[in-house]
Structures are given as C-alpha cells and as structure tokens.
C-alpha cells in the first residue's frame, strides 16, 4: 500500500496520549508476562521516527526511525521474531544492540489497521537471547489485534464526541442566528409574510397578523392562501408580481386603499424572490409598506408647487399687463413731448422699471423653486 496514505494513518494517532490508557496498559503487561520480557511496548512507525505510545519497561519515548527494529516488522503481516540480535545481519552493528541497552532479543506483532495500513508493533524487548513457543506467539498476535482494536475505538470515540460538539455548536449558532432574524422579523413596522411555492403562508410577522386583524377582522395562519386577503381591484396585479418573483424578478407596486373607517391609506409592495440556503427559489417574500406620511408631503409639495406657478402666472400676466400701459404711457409722454417736468417723466421712468426688474425676480425664484424643490 502507499507509504504516504500510511503515514496519514499513523497521524490519527501520534497526538493521543496511550500511556494513560489503562486497557492498553493492562495489553502491554499480559504481553510481557506472557512472553516472559522486562519490556513490552506499543509502537507507532512514521517517516522517520519511532514512537513509543505504550511503555513498560522503558522510559523511552521517541527513537529513530533508522534504529527501529520495528521498521522490518511492519513490513510482515505475521509476527516477526529476532532471537539473537548478534546473529542478524540487520542487527548486529544498530546502535541499541552494541550500546546500551545491549537489546538481545526481539519480538514484534504489527498493528494492522481496519483499512489494513500496518501502524507499528506490540513488540516484546529482552537484554537476553530468547524464544518464544507457539501460544506465546498465538498470544502476542491476540493481544496486537486487541491493541488497534482499542486504539481505533479510542479515535473514533473522541472524533465523535468532537462531531458532536461541532453539531451543539452549529445548533448554537443556528438558533442564535434564528433568533436574531426572528427578532428583527417580528420588530419591522412593515407587514412582511412569507409564501410558498402555491401561494400559501409559510410565515409572518406580528404587524401583518395585526393589520389584517384589525383591517379585515380576520386571522392569517400558516397554511392558509394570501390571495383570499387581498383587494378585488389588486388581485390581478399581485398574482402577476407574484409569479414574476417565482421566476426569479424582484418587483414592486405602489397604490392606496380607502378603509373607511381606517382612513386612506398608501402603500408600496414588494416581491422578492425566497431562496434556501442552495440557492433555490422556494416562494416569495412579500413585504407592504405603508407610505401614507411620505406620499401626503409629496402631495404637499406638489401643490405648494403648483401655487407657486399660479402666483407666477399671475404676476406674469395680471401684474404685467398694467405695467406695460404704464410703461407705453411713459414712452408717449416722451415722444410726444408733453409738457411735464423732467422729474415727473424720471420718476415715472424709473418706478415702472424697478416694478417690471422685481417681477422678473420673482418669477425667476419661483421658476427655480419649482423646478430644484428647493
């Protein structure tokens, strides 16, 4: 198999702390009883270490990989079995044969992992030549099996109390996300409901439930069709912005409604696309707002506006005509030389020009009015 997917088994449990395990430490000293050795230990490969997971005997924690008689064992599938290490080749000059801890012999089961990747060993260690017969053999095997049996048991188990963790987190945030949206669901002014993909409510806020209580005495519900609250005259136009916002187009309608004892009302309605968390259209959002203050200043500006141009039509027209008899008489008393004092004839002058200047300002001023708002 690949040494790199190997390596990526043996990963899974490096960063676990087996020396506080007491099932693989109770493993590790039926092994050395068992086989009758000072030391048992369990033993992971990696790319160029040996770790040393489970100790007795030993206070050893991690050696090189190129010292690891384990190395050779887990390239069997079987145990692998060293008497005399003085009298294997692959042995003779390691380091931990000719040095201390003078190792002798060597006995080593490989992990085998349930996708069949072999990990490392339980493996026996004596200072002393030694031979294992057939049940201490058949038992080191048992005991390998039970090893990775424990050791996968234990991963999973903490991969699943951290699945489970996650999922308690993302429920956490979930709900508080939910509740926030609900919060600021239920807190708009505005009458907001959700529809489904045939029209019926699949949700609403406290202000639709009680505009149409107290407009239409009547109560909206889950599962109920929108459109058996809607106005005679504006069904047709909701269910065609209706099914335009199921085709995916956001659109909006404006109107006003008498409700009598209510008063008018005027309002502004729009459907949007609802779409789940692929991206799919599931039904229409549809939202009123009831504009009634902005639309009476508009009005109110509209006919400011329109009394401002009735007053410079006046002054245009009514104001004008007078003054220029005014303005013509003072042209023939010129031309004609009618016997009037200069002074007369200046002060006519000049009062029918500063009237005619001070029309044309105001018409102006009005003109921008109307036409900047402002």
Same mark, same amino acid.
């Given at each position: 198999?690949?040494?790199?997917?190997?390596?990526?088994?043996?990963?899974?449990?490096?960063?676990?702390?087996?020396?506080?395990?007491?099932?693989?430490?109770?493993?590790?000293? %039926?092994?050395?009883?068992?086989?009758?050795?000072?030391?048992?230990?369990?033993?992971?490969?990696?790319?160029?270490?040996?770790?040393?997971?489970?100790?007795?005997?030993?206070?050893?924690?991690? &050696?090189?990989?190129?010292?690891?008689?384990?190395?050779?064992?887990?390239? *069997?599938?079987?145990? %692998?079995?060293?008497?005399?290490?003085?009298?294997?080749?692959?042995?003779?000059?390691?380091?931990?044969?000719?040095?201390?801890?003078?190792?002798?012999?060597?006995?080593?089961?490989?992990?085998?992992?349930?996708?069949?990747?072999?990990?490392?060993? =339980?493996?026996?260690?004596?200072?002393?030549?030694?031979?294992?017969?057939?049940?201490?053999?058949?038992?080191?095997?048992?005991? /390998?099996?039970?090893?990775?049996?424990?050791?996968?048991? $234990?991963?999973?188990?903490?991969?699943?109390?951290? *699945?489970?963790?996650?999922?308690?987190?993302?429920?956490?945030?979930?709900?508080?996300?939910?509740?926030?949206?609900?919060?600021?669901?239920?807190?708009?002014?505005?009458?907001?409901?959700? &529809?489904?993909?045939?029209?019926?409510?699949?949700?609403?806020?406290?202000?639709?439930?009680?505009?149409? $209580?107290?407009?239409?005495?009547?109560?909206?519900?889950?599962?109920?069709?929108?459109? +058996?609250?809607?106005? %005679?005259?504006?069904?047709?136009?909701?269910? $065609?912005?209706?099914? &335009? !916002?199921? +085709?995916?187009?956001? /659109?909006?309608?404006?109107?006003?409604?008498?409700?009598?004892?209510?008063?008018?009302?005027?309002?502004?309605?729009?459907?949007?696309?609802?779409?789940?968390?692929?991206?799919?259209?599931?039904?229409? +959002?549809?939202?009123?707002?009831?504009?009634?203050?902005?639309?009476?200043?508009?009005?109110?500006?509209?006919?400011?506006?329109?009394?401002?141009?009735?007053?410079?039509?006046?002054? !245009? *027209?009514?104001?004008?005509?007078?003054?220029?008899?005014?303005?013509?008489?003072?042209?023939?008393?010129?031309?004609? /030389?009618?016997? &009037?004092?200069?002074?007369?004839?200046?002060? =006519?002058?000049?009062?029918?020009? $500063?009237?005619?200047?001070?029309?044309?300002?105001?018409?102006?001023?009005?003109?921008?009015?109307?036409?900047?708002?402002?």
């Amino acid at each position: 198999m690949s040494e790199a997917l190997r390596l990526l088994a043996v990963e899974r449990f490096v960063n676990y702390n087996l020396q506080l395990d007491n099932e693989l430490q109770q493993l590790t000293l %039926m092994a050395s009883e068992i086989c009758e050795t000072p030391v048992a230990l369990i033993t992971l490969i990696d790319k160029d270490k040996q770790w040393l997971k489970v100790r007795l005997g030993t206070d050893e924690t991690v &050696l090189p990989r190129e010292f690891s008689f384990c190395s050779h064992a887990i390239e *069997h599938d079987r145990i %692998m079995i060293v008497p005399d290490m003085l009298n294997d080749v692959r042995f003779v000059d390691n380091p931990l044969v000719v040095n201390d801890p003078n190792i002798r012999f060597y006995a080593g089961a490989p992990l085998i992992s349930r996708d069949g990747f072999r990990l490392g060993t =339980l493996c026996v260690v004596d200072m002393q030549p030694h031979e294992l017969n057939k049940y201490q053999q058949l038992m080191l095997e048992i005991l /390998s099996r039970q090893a990775i049996n424990i050791m996968e048991l $234990k991963v999973s188990r903490d991969l699943l109390s951290k *699945h489970a963790a996650e999922v308690a987190e993302q429920r956490r945030i979930i709900e508080h996300a939910e509740t926030r949206l609900r919060s600021f669901f239920e807190s708009s002014s505005s009458f907001h409901v959700l &529809l489904g993909a045939r029209g019926e409510v699949l949700d609403f806020n406290k202000t639709a439930y009680n505009f149409l $209580k107290r407009i239409h005495n009547a109560e909206i519900n889950i599962g109920c069709q929108m459109i +058996s609250f809607i106005d %005679m005259g504006f069904k047709n136009a909701f269910l $065609k912005k209706y099914n &335009l !916002a199921l +085709s995916g187009k956001k /659109s909006v309608a404006e109107g006003k409604t008498d409700y009598h004892k209510h008063g008018l009302i005027y309002w502004e309605a729009t459907f949007e696309p609802a779409k789940n968390n692929d991206d799919k259209i599931i039904g229409v +959002s549809y939202l009123i707002q009831n504009v009634t203050e902005r639309k009476l200043q508009e009005l109110k500006i509209i006919d400011q506006n329109e009394s401002l141009i009735n007053i410079a039509y006046i002054q !245009a *027209h009514e104001y004008r005509g007078p003054l220029t008899s005014i303005m013509g008489m003072v042209n023939v008393i010129k031309d004609e /030389s009618y016997n &009037l004092p200069d002074e007369v004839i200046s002060l =006519l002058d000049g009062a029918a020009n $500063k009237l005619d200047r001070k029309i044309n300002e105001v018409i102006n001023t009005v003109n921008k009015i109307v036409e900047t708002g402002n």
